[in-house]
């Protein structure tokens, strides 16, 4: 990659380059998570229960307006991956 951050080592274009620890915090998990509720518009949903797991990973909670859980995920805050854990 450039030292500007504008593209790949094999010099085709990339704004953003992929870093191999993205060290996510529990408050970047909670932007993530609400920004894909809004990607799918969902103005509705909130996030709830953003928490460290003793597995390292870092869970959170979709919730109705009257405060029922939808769905549970786990987010590693290494590679950014989601994974629906309830």
Aim: aromatic letters at 8%.
């Amino acid at each position: 990659m450039r030292p500007d951050g504008w593209g790949h080592h094999d010099g085709t274009f990339a704004l953003f380059a992929p870093v191999p620890d993205k060290k996510l915090t529990a408050a970047d998990v909670k932007i993530i998570a609400m920004a894909i509720l809004l990607e799918h518009g969902n103005h509705d949903w909130t996030v709830t229960d953003v928490t460290a797991a003793p597995d390292k990973t870092i869970h959170f909670s979709y919730a109705t307006p009257h405060g029922d859980v939808v769905a549970i995920f786990a987010i590693n805050p290494v590679t950014g991956r989601v994974t629906r854990v309830g």
